[in-house]
């Protein structure tokens, strides 16, 4: 269920495309919502060579999932992917994982800090950033299977076996009055 509900949020983050913007997606996961997953989009910029653009969409994903920990202390390991928008002509991947445990020393917290600052990461949480956690239902509700509307109700959800016996007999017995109408009509 975790995995379908991460492939949910990549897939958002990759159908988002904005000219010249960045588009972040953070999600907490685990037991103890200790475990971030970051999914990065990024345009290429226009007048960047391919190689210098991905390694500034690399330089922002781990600047994301470094910063994470400024933001959310008990965060212990982030998992980051960053794309290109699925309306790019070229498509590339970059992955990385950052242990957390380890608490950041000012030093190290203040030039992180610069670097978010410099790059525009984390630093406007309703414009670059948003934020997905809690539990998700293993079945949501309403549940649409497809097929006929004989058997389903007007929300899309699936009758239960009883109501469809029900109405089976209901169009059997229609069918069979009909039948004797024609018969007696004929007879």
């Known amino acids: 269920?975790?995995?379908?509900?991460?492939?949910?949020?990549?897939?958002?983050?990759?159908?988002?495309?904005?000219?010249g913007k960045k588009f972040a997606r953070m999600t907490l996961s685990g037991d103890s919502m200790t475990r971030a997953y970051v999914f990065l989009t990024?345009?290429?910029?226009?007048?960047?060579?391919?190689?210098?653009?991905?390694?500034?969409?690399?330089?922002?994903?781990?600047?994301?999932?470094?910063?994470?920990?400024?933001?959310?202390?008990?965060?212990?390991?982030?998992?980051?992917?960053?794309?290109?928008?699925?309306?790019?002509?070229?498509?590339?991947?970059?992955?990385?994982?950052?242990?957390l445990t380890e608490e950041l020393g000012q030093q190290e917290s203040a030039a992180l800090k610069d670097m978010m600052r410099e790059l525009d990461v984390l630093q406007t949480p309703a414009e670059d950033l948003q934020y997905f956690g809690g539990r998700s239902q293993e079945f949501p509700m309403p549940f649409n299977f497809g097929g006929p509307k004989f058997h389903e109700y007007g929300t899309g959800t699936p009758m239960n076996r009883a109501e469809r016996r029900r109405k089976d007999r209901e169009a059997r017995k229609t069918v069979k009055k009909a039948s004797k109408r024609a018969q007696s009509r004929n007879g």
Do not use: N, W
Not at 1 to 19: F, Q, V
């Open 42 to 99: 990024a345009p290429r910029p226009p007048g960047v060579d391919y190689q210098g653009y991905r390694e500034m969409r690399s330089a922002a994903l781990l600047t994301y999932c470094q910063g994470i920990k400024l933001r959310f202390p008990h965060v212990t390991e982030a998992v980051g992917i960053a794309s290109e928008p699925l309306t790019e002509a070229v498509s590339s991947q970059e992955f990385v994982y950052v242990d």
């Open 1 to 19: 269920m975790e995995r379908r509900e991460l492939a949910g949020h990549l897939r958002i983050a990759l159908s988002k495309s904005d000219p």
